[in-house]
């Protein structure tokens, strides 16, 4: 297709009826499509897709996983910021820098690029701290996450970590936006 029919087939009315709204965050999400089609998304559509949500969005997320198909390499080109959301054990990290060679290797401007530590375990547990991992990746690490034991619990009863109590999860999330957005 061209990408004249791309922008005819992916209209802001097209991408609307497929919008989610939250209440009352006012927060709006693109699900992608339960059918596991999403992987099949040509990068020209989705580049399309985005042109369209920048219109109306000052930021948008995506989730785009953990491969490297055309998609997610047009999400990455794209972005004007991109993140590496990781845990800390020597797989994971094996994997981020596989991604950073690989951004190296595109020329693609690494200075948009941040790291994220998920589940997070104490300290005496972890294999890698921020620091190592920033030392290993030479890609600055800006939000730890820890695992923390009442996020089960919290899940289960439907309440966002960040409505609940003043946590050090919530915290580091809270923090994390700040870095986002400033």
Known sequence: LSLEDLRKRYSWDFIQEFMVVTQPEQMYILPAPGDGSAHELESEALEVILLQLREYFDVIILDTGNN????TQSAMTCADRVLLVTTADHTSIADAKKM???IRLKDWDI???AVVINRQPGYRKALYGAGEIEDILYIPVIGVLNE???LW???NAGIPVVKGDNSPLKKAIQKLQYALVS
């Open 100 to 102: 950073r060679r690989y």
């Open 68 to 71: 490297l198909d055309s998609a």
């Open 153 to 155: 619990m919290l899940n």
């Open 148 to 150: 923390e034991e009442n």
């Open 111 to 113: 200075g948009k690029y």
